[in-house]
């Protein structure tokens, strides 16, 4: 009976494990497909404030203004500048499956978040002349063509939210010619 009762528990215990792995996977509605509804790629676009009653995404926090890009990366690179605001703020990059490759804080790049987001492929025909420039700028590698840009900037008094959102709305996420 003990033997029974140990089996199952390790049975059950790998079903649980394959189970909350296979998730990302097997969901319909990930967070690229509920934006992608919502907006154009290679935009960047405010959310509007999350509400008890209604969010854009799941558990967004209600304490930061949140903005976010649709990126496709098929026809040329993107360039996305973000000016830091008074308290914090932050870009974040993840695939169109949810998986985080990269993120920068305004404490670690200054006034102004500026990079490049390119594929391999394209950051390999970059001529030899732009790498000596690649110094002045970030060049992110993208490990998929399709992905999301998020934008948070901390709002530490209700009153600076308005304030906020128009520092925001000068971010910007658009390919390079």
Known sequence: MLLFVAFAVVLGAIAHIVSILAMPALAE?????????????????????????????????????????????????????????????????????????????????GKVIELDLMTASQKAALPEDEEITAADRLVIESPALEGIVAVRAFVRERGTRAFVRRQLEAATCTLSN
Do not use: H, I
């Open 29 to 109: 509605r990930n967070a690229y497909a509920r934006l992608s509804e919502r907006m154009d790629s290679n935009v960047l676009t405010l959310l509007p404030d999350p509400s008890p009653q209604e969010q854009v995404l799941p558990m967004m926090d209600p304490a930061f203004v949140s903005a976010v890009c649709l990126y496709d990366l098929s026809e040329a690179p993107l360039k996305v500048r973000v000016p830091a605001t008074a308290d914090y703020t932050s870009v974040s990059f993840y695939t169109a499956e949810g998986l985080a490759f990269y993120a920068l804080s305004d404490q670690a790049a």
